[in-house]
Each structure stands twice: as C-alpha cells, then as structure tokens.
C-alpha cells in the first residue's frame, strides 16, 4: 500500500478525514487487542516459537516495544474486563489509560474506575489513582552515576517475559555486550525525569543533577539547618522554586508585590509598559488566550508571548485592550496571516489598515486595571501558592 501526502485535499475534507482515520485506527486498535487477547488464551504464540505474547508483538507484529506493552497489557485487561473493548474502540479511554489502570483493577471496583477513568489525561488520571490509591512517601536519596559511556547500547530480548516493561527489558539488554562476551557493559543512558503523584498532595519527583547542582543543594542545606534541621531536600527545593518563579515572574511579566510607577513613553513606542504586562498576565491568567475555530481556548502556559490583536503595522498600541497572550506558534500564526499578503502588497495597511485585521478583541474579557496583593496570580497553581506573590482585578 501507497500512502501520500493528501495535498490536493481540501480545508474541509481534511478537518474532516482525520477524525474519521481516527476512528478507524481506535476500532482497528481495539479489534487488534482483542484477538491478541484470545491468542494468549490459547497460548498460540507459545506454539509459534515465542516466549511472550510480548516477544511475539515486537518480533512477528513488528511493534515498538511501547506499542507492544501497551496492547499486551490492555489484551490482559480485556480477557478479565470485557467492557474495556468497548471503551477503547469509542475512544473513551486509551491504551495508556488502560495500562495505568491494570494494576488497580478487581472484579469489584471495574466498572466504576474504567468509568472515572474516560475522557482523562494521563496527568488527570495519574492524580486519581494516588487519591484513591495512596501511595508512601519516597526516600530522599542522592547518589552518584557512572559517566556515560559513547558505545552504542545493544538490546537483547530473549527470554524477556510478558510481564516485563519496555524499561525493564532496555535494562536487561544493557547488561549483554553486542558480542555476547561477560566483559564489562555500556552504561544505560539516565532515566528521563519523573513527576508522579503519590497522593493528591504529595508527588515524588526524580531527576539527573550535575555536580555543582548536587554540591549547592548540600550547601543550602548546612545554610538552612536552623530553619529546617532535618535538611529536608524537597522544602529546600521548593523554597528555591519559589524565588525562582518570583524572580521569573517579576522580569517577565512585571508582577511584583511593589510594581514601580510607570515613568511614561512616546506614543509611537512598541515597548509593552510593564503595568500592561502585568494587567494582560492576570487578565489571561498566565495562559494562551487563543480561541480556535470550534471555541476552544488554547490554555497553553508554557511559551506565551505578548501579541498584537491589531499589529503594530496597523496602528496597533500597547494597551490592555490590544495586547493578549498567545503561544508563539499562534503568534507566528496570526503574523503570517496579517504580514504575507503584505510583503506583496504594501499598499494594503494604507487603504485597509486595521480593517485587514481580523479583530479578536472581543476574544479578551476586559475585566479592569489589575494591581498586586498579596494574593497575586493565584490561578497560577491552585493546588500551591508557597508565598508567591498573587495578583487580584477588582
């Protein structure tokens, strides 16, 4: 089979055509999960010569070593929990759903978990899990990793059974050389960071440090031992996080619990007065205030952008009305969109102007002049404020 890239397409057909290959692919999916299911009843992999029902996905079905994972736990689901076919063929849930819920599952609590579970995030479901299934704190621990080694790693996957995960079967084939001889074997590159909620108010996080890093968290602690004697890592870091994102918070968005008054600027300037940064970072909540086609708003926190709702070109000013967040890609975006026909034709912004535009003012809720409390840009993070200044529109 052919597959290309369907450029004589349409707008239209194409909005259309990938929820409609996207529901093809969930109900092929769940078909696939199915049989795989039957097939381990039967043990039909075993009589084809492979160990697992793993084994045989990434061997035979050709799958990565997630995809097999993935459909091998969900197929273990399945022969239990039959309603769980049903759910992922509509789209409900989703594999990763499935397989974070496996380990929770009973004949008593199925239903109503596979239920609670639809329509969440991986995120969203993870916090669920730790409310209902609390787990212990976790151990503060640093200690320190070998360098890295530049040798290619090899993966060997005999014998892995069907209850081992994709990292633990990386894990056991960095430790056989590609030549299969004892000698000594690659280092596994670290793991990636993790962040996973332990319960609804207590998350164990884990990452790489370097050594400096490693050395100025021993030092904030000798210096904080009269504060907190235990030297209890994780307040450390978070009071660290706190002045952190103050500090970050204060230079980018002007939000301070003192803003300076403002000291004025030409009308024709392009600079964003800090007072209008500080109104738009609260007025959007620190979030992408772009609405899309169906009317949903982006939400989007990481790489915003102060943006032009009338371009600067158009006569566009710097005041809270004008200026919004936006993600860079929908900057980038609506700046094609007004500057592309303008490079061919520069007389447009002289007989259009701003009416070239299109207006999304009436996307911003205008909700005031904002000013700094002590309760500033708490939507910041509602499950913590840990003393950061919050900002309050009256």
């Not at 990763?96 to 596979?114: F, G, I, Q, S, Y």
Request: with cysteine; glycine share 6%; net charge positive.
């Amino acid at each position: 089979m052919t597959t290309t890239i369907p450029s004589r397409l349409s707008d239209g057909a194409l909005v259309a055509e990938v929820p409609r290959l996207a529901g093809c692919e969930r109900e092929a999916s769940a078909s696939l999960v199915a049989h795989l299911a039957e097939r381990y009843g039967r043990r039909l992999h075993e009589r084809a010569g492979y160990a697992s029902l793993f084994t045989y996905c990434t061997d035979a079905l050709r799958l990565s070593e997630h995809e097999a994972y993935d459909r091998m736990r969900a197929a273990k689901v399945a022969r239990r929990y039959a309603a769980a076919l049903g759910l992922l063929a509509s789209g409900r849930v989703n594999l990763t759903t499935v397989r974070l819920l496996a380990p929770h599952l009973t004949r008593k609590n199925h239903e109503e978990l596979l239920a609670a579970a639809c329509g969440k995030r991986t995120r969203e479901l993870q916090e669920l899990l730790a409310a209902r299934f609390p787990q212990p704190d976790v151990a503060s621990t640093i200690r320190k990793l070998p360098a890295p080694r530049s040798e290619p790693m090899s993966e060997a996957t005999s014998g892995v059974t069907s209850s081992t995960s994709p990292s633990a079967e990386r894990a056991m084939g960095a430790a056989v050389t590609s030549s299969g001889s004892g000698g000594p074997s690659p280092i596994p590159a670290p793991p990636p960071p993790l962040v996973e909620p332990l319960s609804p108010d207590r998350y164990r996080v884990s990452f790489t440090a370097s050594r400096e890093t490693s050395e100025m968290l021993e030092m904030a602690q000798d210096l904080l031992r009269h504060t907190i004697p235990s030297g209890d890592r994780a307040q450390i870091v978070g009071r660290a996080l706190q002045a952190l994102v103050e500090d970050l918070v204060r230079r980018k968005f002007a939000v301070a619990r003192r803003p300076r008054a403002s000291q004025g600027q030409a009308d024709e300037s392009r600079n964003i007065p800090a007072e209008v940064r500080r109104a738009v970072f609260i007025r959007d909540r620190g979030r992408c205030r772009f609405i899309g086609t169906h009317g949903r708003r982006c939400g989007e926190r990481a790489f915003v952008q102060f943006h032009h709702l009338v371009p600067y070109a158009a006569g566009g000013r710097p005041t809270v009305e004008n200026i919004a967040l936006r993600y860079r890609a929908y900057n980038a975006y609506e700046a094609e969109i007004f500057y592309g026909p303008i490079r061919d034709c520069r007389s447009a912004v002289e007989d259009g102007g701003a009416d070239v535009v299109r207006d999304r003012r009436a996307d911003v809720v205008r909700e005031g002049t904002a000013r700094v409390t002590d309760d500033a840009f708490s939507f910041w993070n509602d499950h913590s404020g840990h003393g950061v200044p919050r900002a309050s529109v009256p």
